[in-house]
């Protein structure tokens, strides 16, 4: 509710600015205005909630865990991509202009979502490698995932027209993100109908007895981390030299840009591992698991699809 007061705050205040409500450019010689600044920070705040976007993330991981898998799968690879989306279209169309004056702003205004991106993405991968809880782990991945989405389009709108790959990686891990996420929760679905329990703590050696689940989830672990020959390797390739290249225009701070995306992507390596060992591959107490069998047709139909 918050999100959506504060994004309707800023559309009232941009048609105010600009005599105008359209999705277009901003009129010449429009200025550096704070009242523009305000507008930008509450459309970047209200596409920030729905985004997942740190610090207003705090919803996200405490939704998906009670949500059933399909809902899960819904919000975590449609509805947060529409704040992505969101700030996209404020980056590089509302709070662009035709005249040199404002390349400057568009510049500041990319290099802020830059780096919200880059806390998002590292924040997200340090706390999903604590959770022991399969769909939190998911939840968090997810604010994670949606760090290196937003750092692509600040990079983009930072570089501005040398910035095409970095916006289009970030728009592409959009899409790439709602096939491998939604696969994911749709799989951990499964296993928790099947194993009645989504608790890591309590579930291993599934591989064996839910081939199909297992394959879909690997091979869109595969995508979310960006092993090459797999949908995550394009977009994150693209990410990572616009972030490189914005480093290297800016210099001081974000030089470390580079190393927050390395270590941000080792972390999602090392919490998918985890994920995928503990459900489906080591050795299960005795007898736990030993009435799990493979989900239903239908079921099984979606995770491969995606």
Same mark, same amino acid.
């Given at each position: /509710?918050? =999100?959506?007061?504060?994004?309707?705050?800023?559309?009232?205040?941009?048609?105010?600015?600009?005599?105008?409500?359209?999705?277009?450019? /901003?009129?010449?010689?429009?200025?550096?205005?704070?009242? /523009?600044?305000?507008?930008?920070?509450?459309?970047?705040?209200?596409?920030?909630?729905?985004?997942? +976007?740190?610090?207003?993330?705090?919803?996200?991981?405490?939704?998906?865990?009670?949500?059933p898998p399909p809902?899960?799968?819904?919000?975590?690879?449609?509805m947060i991509k529409?704040?992505?989306?969101?700030?996209?279209?404020?980056?590089?169309?509302?709070? $662009?202009?035709?005249?040199?004056?404002?390349?400057?702003?568009?510049?500041? $205004?990319?290099?802020?979502?830059?780096?919200? =991106? /880059?806390?998002? $993405?590292?924040?997200?991968?340090?706390?999903?490698? =604590?959770?022991?809880?399969?769909?939190?782990?998911?939840?968090?991945?997810?604010?994670?995932?949606?760090?290196?989405?937003?750092?692509?389009?600040?990079? #983009?709108?930072?570089? #501005?027209?040398?910035?095409?790959?970095?916006?289009? =990686?970030?728009?592409?891990?959009?899409?790439?993100?709602?096939?491998?996420?939604?696969?994911?929760?749709?799989?951990?679905? !499964?296993?928790? +109908?099947?194993?009645?329990?989504?608790?890591?703590?309590?579930?291993?050696?599934?591989?064996?007895?839910?081939?199909?689940?297992?394959?879909? +989830?690997?091979?869109?672990?595969?995508?979310?981390?960006?092993?090459?020959?797999?949908?995550?390797?394009?977009?994150?390739?693209?990410?990572?030299?616009?972030?490189?290249?914005?480093?290297?225009?800016?210099?001081?701070?974000?030089?470390?840009?580079?190393?927050?995306?390395?270590?941000?992507?080792?972390?999602?390596? !090392?919490?998918?591992?985890?994920?995928?060992?503990?459900?489906?591959?080591?050795?299960?107490?005795?007898?736990?698991?030993?009435?799990?069998?493979?989900?239903?047709?239908? +079921?099984?139909?979606?995770?491969?699809?995606?």
């Open positions: /509710l918050g =999100g959506g007061i504060s994004l309707l705050a800023g559309i009232f205040l941009f048609q105010a600015l600009t005599g105008s409500d359209a999705l277009e450019t /901003l009129p010449p010689n429009t200025g550096n205005s704070t009242l /523009l600044w305000a507008a930008f920070g509450l459309l970047l705040t209200g596409f920030g909630v729905k985004a997942g +976007m740190v610090p207003l993330h705090v919803w996200l991981p405490d939704a998906h865990p009670v949500a809902a899960s799968a819904l919000l975590s690879g449609v529409v704040g992505a989306y969101g700030i996209f279209r404020c980056l590089n169309v509302l709070f $662009m202009s035709e005249s040199g004056d404002q390349w400057a702003l568009t510049a500041a $205004m990319g290099l802020i979502v830059l780096w919200i =991106g /880059l806390i998002t $993405m590292l924040v997200g991968a340090m706390l999903a490698l =604590g959770q022991q809880q399969a769909k939190r782990l998911l939840a968090w991945s997810s604010v994670s995932q949606m760090g290196f989405v937003l750092a692509g389009l600040g990079a #983009g709108a930072y570089l #501005g027209a040398d910035g095409a790959m970095a916006s289009a =990686g970030g728009l592409l891990h959009i899409v790439n993100h709602g096939l491998f996420k939604g696969a994911l929760f749709l799989g951990m679905g !499964a296993v928790a +109908m099947r194993a009645g329990t989504a608790d890591l703590d309590r579930l291993g050696g599934l591989w064996r007895k839910m081939p199909v689940t297992f394959t879909a +989830m690997l091979v869109a672990t595969a995508g979310v981390t960006g092993v090459p020959l797999f949908n995550g390797f394009a977009s994150k390739s693209m990410i990572h030299h616009g972030i490189v290249q914005a480093g290297e225009q800016a210099g001081g701070p974000l030089a470390l840009a580079e190393w927050i995306f390395l270590a941000a992507s080792a972390g999602t390596v !090392a919490y998918f591992v985890k994920l995928i060992a503990y459900v489906f591959m080591r050795r299960p107490e005795h007898g736990r698991t030993d009435s799990v069998r493979e989900a239903p047709a239908p +079921m099984l139909a979606a995770m491969p699809l995606l």
